[in-house]
């Protein structure tokens, strides 16, 4: 049962265009969500969070679009930069005992060619 | 080196033997997280700490499987009669009250049962 999805395995986009990063969820207990950056023989690393209550967060270059009523979510990245190469994870989690206990989409490979 | 730490970072055994993996979280982050990733997948929950106390497994978490942190600090993950669907990439990932989706996560243990 994949409660969230990342339904493209990888993207390719042109240094300085936009890259659009999709994730949709079905678990309706969910209320924060975030997106973490992972590149080769290194953990994730945490690159921005929205909670439920808002329907977008913007930090530099990053933004996050939640959209409750799809249950979809959107990571924006403008303009995209090689360094931004790697895999991106979807993540949700929910309030009470779900309170830090993250569930991850399968990943999106972006490429950000020169 | 503040980050959190993982040991060893690859580990290849014979089925049936027993392996351990150690994590060393940041030092004044009180939760502690356990996750595996197989190939293709993103992270998948296996158990957390708050201090030392061991409050959620995740159903993926077999009787082969524990996990201590004896002291609140440090963590360990042990396989008993490993099996080659154990194989995969175990990440730790630590965290502080407060933000505890904010994750930091450690570059993993890369396990391979033959």
């Known amino acids: 049962d994949q409660q969230v999805k990342q339904n493209s395995p990888s993207l390719s986009v042109q240094e300085g265009r936009i890259s659009i990063l999709n994730c949709d969820y079905t678990?309706?207990?969910?209320?924060?969500f975030l997106w973490y950056k992972k590149y080769p023989a290194e953990g994730p690393t945490f690159l921005i969070s929205?909670?439920?209550?808002?329907d977008k967060n913007e930090d530099g270059r990053f933004t996050v679009f939640l959209n409750k009523s799809a249950k979809h979510l959107s990571l924006h990245i403008v303009p995209s930069q090689p360094g931004d190469s790697a895999v991106y994870f979807c993540?949700?989690?929910?309030?009470?005992?779900?309170?830090?206990?993250?569930?991850f989409g399968q990943g999106t490979i972006l490429t950000v060619h020169p | 080196d503040t980050g959190v730490s993982q040991d060893p970072r690859h580990k290849i055994t014979k089925r049936g033997q027993n392996v351990t993996f150690r994590c060393d979280p940041i030092?004044?982050?009180?939760?502690l997280y356990w996750y595996r990733q197989t190939l293709g997948q993103g992270p998948e929950f296996l158990t957390y700490?708050?201090?030392?106390?061991?409050?959620?497994k995740s159903r993926l978490l077999s009787d082969r499987f524990s996990a201590e942190r004896p002291k609140g600090s440090f963590s360990t993950l042990e396989i008993q009669r490993t099996e080659q669907g154990d194989s995969a990439m175990y990440l730790c990932a630590s965290t502080i009250a407060g933000s505890y989706n904010e994750q930091f996560f450690g570059p993993g243990t890369r396990l391979t049962v033959l």
């Open positions: 929205i909670s439920s209550i808002k």
């Open positions: 678990n309706s207990m969910f209320d924060y």
């Open positions: 700490f708050q201090n030392e106390a061991q409050l959620e």
């Open positions: 993540a949700a989690s929910g309030s009470g005992t779900s309170y830090g206990k993250l569930t």
């Open positions: 030092s004044e982050h009180n939760r």
